[in-house]
């Protein structure tokens, strides 16, 4: 089925994957962006949708809106303006979906509704592997944005307006930023904070595609991850060094991910393909 979909944060590092598969698999693809990809294929609106009638305007008569568009990181930036272009963006473009009749909404969310890598207060995971009844734990004003726009959506969802998928993804890399962000960090204890996770962007893309097909009718939540760590160590080893008195609910062999994607196969039928040890990487 051909869907008009639009596509919030387009010309991002996400979203420009997320536009690239969806037209890719035949759907009428508008991206809204602050900015412009020079060599983009589908039609894009150059936009600020922290103004709800900006937000009304474009998000019109589409039948899914993937809401990509935030500020990624509470650095940079004043912690308070990280949440408030966060929170209003989530919003409004929630409430423009619901209004316009859309009857599918995707949310990008993040491990950081976990408290991770940004809060100020590194607290161990309640149980291990990570799974979609682990408790939310934001601290920073991003995390805790991404997790309110969650609630938002459910309250669309409630009343309602359509049904919605949440994705929750860990770091997005791609073999070219991998080596730059990656490989210096997993050296130092600071990789912890990010439970050692991350997620190819055409594995996440995916995700997005393979949620379009999801038959329920209500507010799914589920992680994705790349199906291993991105340390070289053994996860068992690992989770022995930072969290040893974590309850492990299921064992983690190998380099297997500390977050459950199991649901997200059986549900979505998503499952990542790609590995940064497929990689060409200079270390």
């Not at 734990?137 to 991003?142: E, G, K, L, N, R």
């Amino acid at each position: 089925m051909i869907r008009r979909i639009i596509v919030t944060g387009s010309a991002g590092l996400l979203g420009r994957h997320v536009c690239r598969r969806l037209f890719s698999d035949g759907h009428d693809i508008t991206g809204i962006d602050l900015t412009a990809l020079p060599d983009a294929e589908w039609p894009q609106v150059k936009a600020d949708l922290t103004d709800l009638g900006v937000a009304f305007e474009l998000i019109r008569n589409a039948d899914v809106v993937v809401h990509i568009a935030s500020i990624p990181r509470p650095s940079g930036l004043a912690n308070a303006e990280v949440f408030r272009v966060n929170t209003a963006l989530n919003y409004n473009v929630t409430e423009a979906a619901a209004l316009s009749g859309a009857r599918r909404f995707l949310y990008a969310s993040s491990i950081s509704i976990l408290g991770y890598p940004f809060g100020r207060r590194f607290l161990s995971p309640r149980y291990l592997p990570i799974d979609a009844e682990h408790p939310a734990a934001p601290q920073d004003s991003y995390g805790l944005s991404k997790w309110l726009g969650e609630e938002v959506v459910d309250a669309a969802v409630r009343r309602g307006a359509f049904s919605a998928v949440t994705l929750r993804m860990p770091w997005i890399q791609t073999p070219d930023s991998f080596g730059a962000t990656i490989l210096p960090r997993r050296q130092t204890p600071e990789a912890a904070r990010d439970l050692w996770a991350y997620l190819d962007a055409r594995d996440a893309a995916e995700g997005f595609s393979a949620a379009l097909s999801w038959t329920g009718s209500a507010h799914l939540r589920v992680y994705l991850s790349a199906l291993d760590s991105y340390a070289q160590h053994s996860s068992n080893t690992l989770v022995a060094e930072a969290f040893p008195e974590v309850e492990m609910r299921k064992p983690i062999d190998g380099h297997a991910s500390l977050i459950d994607t199991e649901p997200a196969a059986r549900l979505l039928g998503f499952r990542a393909s790609h590995s940064w040890r497929d990689y060409d990487l200079i270390e």
